[in-house]
């Protein structure tokens, strides 16, 4: 049956050329925007093309915030003026339309900005924390590096900074800035932030060893009101267990910037794949399979946390859930939050993964949008782990673009997530 899969979905499939669609004819996905919502109804009717049990939408708020133009910043330094490529993080207020003119100070982690705390009042506070390339699994490096990006914001502003650059976390080699998520403390002030690309990052640094530099920022994000959106779900119904539900699935929002091709139109278009193949080899499976197309994963997680709750409100048995939101790469394995028992059963499925790129299973773990599916309903949940060294290449830049995922590479993760969806059908956890 793997192998009929694999063949169906190399020969066949759709997952490319979807890949396509969605990331040149329509585009950047950013939460609230039309992009998403042309999104929703493509996806909707190439689920129902494909010929889905059941397909519909389900609605829920999501934040709308706008990035408000074209991000400036400009160092003013003792020699000459230069551009930085900046890009506002999500979420971020902007400047106003004066900018914010300020000196910058440097901190190269939370201690430092603790040590110079009585310095950074009315300047650019610089987080220069550099993306760890001793880890070899670069998720690792993004999980220790983030929280500059999350939390640098506020922590520079309770000392009355202004504004915040962050050094983009990636160990990309070109200088394209990196955005994503901030989350403000309420109890504090409000300050604008961006990130940086590592070469300006670099020379930003090395400018401020014993000089002065001054930068002059402009940003324009803002929050307009909630907005309605969707996820949207295909269902396939078991034949003997139609009320066990077996959940796959990506998010369909993406940032702004660029097409949001490895993140997450992959895990999009990973999940339709898998519908398409089932159907196509006439599978008709025990429990109920759901494909959703989550909504507002990058700022929010609203949609994640709209299926929860109305799982949960209608008590719902979600037996397992499967995100792809790690990017369009080789499978290299799944990642699995469970009891060690069922982690046992998937780890001895390997054998039968192996042929196809995934040699192993690994302890812990779960896509963003499947969390809260985890947290309502303790539903064990795994993600696929592609190869990551390139993947922060592209993350939440703009050249995530369908030219950067490789369609092979793509139709392996799709037929990975298709086996493991039919192993857990067939044999339960
Ligand atoms: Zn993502």
Redesign the pocket.
């Known amino acids: 049956m793997i192998r009929r899969i694999a063949d169906e979905i190399l020969i066949n499939g759709k997952a490319y050329d979807n890949l396509h669609d969605l990331t040149k004819k329509i585009g950047g996905r950013l939460s609230g925007s039309p992009q998403l919502a042309k999104a929703e109804q493509w996806g909707l009717k190439i689920m129902q093309e494909i010929g889905a049990d059941r397909v519909w939408l389900q609605e829920c708020m999501i934040p709308h915030w706008i990035r408000g133009g074209v991000d400036k910043a400009e160092a003013r330094y003792i020699s000459g003026k230069k551009l930085l490529d900046v890009l506002a993080l999500g979420n971020s207020i902007g400047t106003g339309s004066k900018g914010i003119t300020a000196a910058v100070i440097e901190v190269k982690s939370f201690d430092d900005l603790e040590s110079k705390k009585a310095e950074l009042k009315d300047k650019i506070v610089f987080y220069n924390y550099k993306f760890n390339p001793t880890f070899i699994r670069t998720f690792q490096a993004y999980g220790d590096a983030v929280q500059y990006r999350g939390s640098g914001p506020s922590r520079a502003a309770k000392y009355g900074a202004l504004a915040v650059i962050v050094r983009s976390m990636t160990h990309s080699t070109d200088n394209n800035p990196h955005t994503g998520s901030l989350r403000y403390d309420t109890t504090l002030p409000k300050i604008p932030a961006v990130a940086i690309g590592l070469k300006d990052a670099d020379w930003l640094s090395a400018q401020l060893e014993n000089k002065k530099v001054e930068v002059f920022l402009k940003t324009g994000g803002k929050f307009l009101p909630d907005t309605i959106g969707h996820n949207v779900i295909g269902e396939l119904t078991g034949t003997e267990f139609p009320d066990q539900i077996i959940t796959i699935g990506g ?1 369909l929002d ?1 940032w702004d910037p660029a097409e949001g091709a490895h ?2 139109g992959a ?1 999009v278009v990973h999940t339709m794949e898998v519908l398409r193949a089932f159907k196509a080899l006439g599978y008709k499976p025990k429990h109920t399979i759901r494909f959703v197309l989550f909504s507002n ?2 700022n929010g997680l609203r949609g994640g946390h709209k299926y929860a709750d109305e799982a949960k409100a209608k008590n719902e048995k979600h037996i397992f859930a499967l995100e792809s ?1 790690a990017g369009g790469f080789s499978p290299r394995g799944f990642s699995f939050g469970g009891t060690p028992e069922q982690l046992k059963k998937v780890q001895s499925w390997i054998p039968l993964l192996y042929p196809y790129g995934v040699y192993e299973i690994t302890a812990g773990g779960g896509g ?1 949008d499947i969390g809260p599916l985890n947290e309502n309903l303790k539903t064990p949940v795994t993600e696929l782990a592609p190869d990551s060294q390139r993947y922060f290449d592209y993350h939440h830049a703009r050249n995530d673009v369908f030219e950067n995922v490789n369609k092979r590479e793509l139709e392996l993760g799709a037929i990975n997530m298709a086996a493991l969806i039919y192993l857990v059908d067939k044999y339960g956890l």
């Open positions: 998010h993406s993140d997450d895990g994963e990058e939101d963003a």
